[in-house]
């Protein structure tokens, strides 16, 4: 049974610092280009970030490029999101997602698996 479980949302204010997880079980999680999307309301689920393999490939959203950096640590099957600069705009519900051929690792379609999210809110 395959699980990505989101951790590290919450309330901040703008400006602040959020620090986002997603531990995976149940796959073979080397073997997974790892993504994070979000979705605020109202609006369709955008890509955020995303890590290749091994780690030494990311990819970002113009619209965080330069706040939020993505990593993993395969020995924990783990995938992070630091967000930094965090403005309201940035407020949605964040997903973890696992793509098992990780070519188009912007759309969500191609990945596999999900998450069940985590909400992060940024005030004024």
């Known amino acids: 049974q395959v699980q990505l479980v989101e951790s590290g949302g919450g309330l901040v204010q703008a400006g602040e610092s959020l620090r986002l997880s997603c531990a995976a079980s149940?796959?073979?999680?080397?073997?997974?280009?790892m993504g994070w999307f979000r979705q605020a309301p109202g609006k369709e689920r955008e890509f955020v970030a995303a890590?290749?393999?091994?780690?030494?490939?990311?990819f970002y959203a113009d619209s965080v490029k330069g706040r939020f950096t993505i990593s993993r640590d395969n020995a924990k099957n783990t995938v992070y999101l630091q967000m930094n600069s965090l403005k309201q705009e940035d407020t949605a519900i964040y997903y973890c997602a696992a793509d098992f051929h990780g070519t188009r690792w912007a759309t969500a379609y191609e990945y596999d698996y999900w998450g069940q999210g985590t909400q992060v809110t940024v005030s004024s």
């Open positions: 149940g796959i073979t999680f080397s073997y997974y280009t």
């Open positions: 890590v290749r393999r091994s780690g030494a490939s990311t």
